[in-house]
């Protein structure tokens, strides 16, 4: 059985994120979403609240777990008996550091990454872009799940 794992920080998660839970899901029997637990990252969302909109956005992907994790990746993929990261590439910028990323977790822990290229749909995206977009009152539509907008909006308006 072929597990494969979707590392990110999903603060909160987008259309860009679903669409390679997505489109990973169809390759894998089984697919591990990993929220990581950054001390040092402020998030907007807390964990649970990020692993809720995770889960009403995947509710339909009966392959897809969603879990958090703290310290290393490959410590987290190793614990859950995984050995493919799965991870997106937007442009030549994240190409770059998901390369060092990809390369230090091979070495620290064997693990190989595979990269999904971004649709051009969502290549703008970003997680902090919709924070702030958000914040000054625009809505979501275009970049957040439909599911999730609404929840999500209320949360980020004038909360910056
Ligand atoms: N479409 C649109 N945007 C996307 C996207 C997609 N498919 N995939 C990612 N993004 C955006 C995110 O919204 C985020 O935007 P932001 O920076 O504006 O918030 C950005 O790309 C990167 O986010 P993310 O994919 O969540 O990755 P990250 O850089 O926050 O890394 C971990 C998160 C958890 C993978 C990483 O921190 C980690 O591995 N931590 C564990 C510690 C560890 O093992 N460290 C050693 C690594 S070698």
């Known amino acids: 059985m072929k597990k494969a794992i979707y590392p990110g920080t999903f603060d909160p998660p987008t259309l860009g994120h679903l669409n390679i839970i997505q489109r990973a899901a169809a390759k894998f029997d089984t697919l591990v979403v990993a929220i990581g637990e950054n001390p040092l990252k402020k998030t907007k969302f807390s964990i649970e609240e990020r692993r809720e909109l995770l889960k009403t ?17 490959v410590d987290f993929a190793k614990e859950q008996k995984i050995d493919i ?76």
């Not at 990269?115 to 919709?130: C, G, H, M, N, P």
């Open 57 to 73: 956005i995947t509710a339909d992907l009966s392959n897809v777990e969603v879990l958090a994790f703290g310290g290393l990746l």
């Open 85 to 160: 990261i799965v991870r997106a590439i937007r442009t030549i910028f994240d190409f770059e550091s998901e390369t060092l990323q990809a390369e230090m977790n091979r070495h620290l822990g064997g693990v190989e990454t595979l990269y999904f290229a971004v649709d051009e749909k969502y290549r703008l995206i970003s997680s902090t872009l919709i924070r702030e977009i958000a914040s000054h009152g625009k809505r979501l539509d275009r970049f957040i799940p439909k599911e999730i907008e609404e929840v999500v909006y209320r949360r980020l308006f004038k909360q910056l």
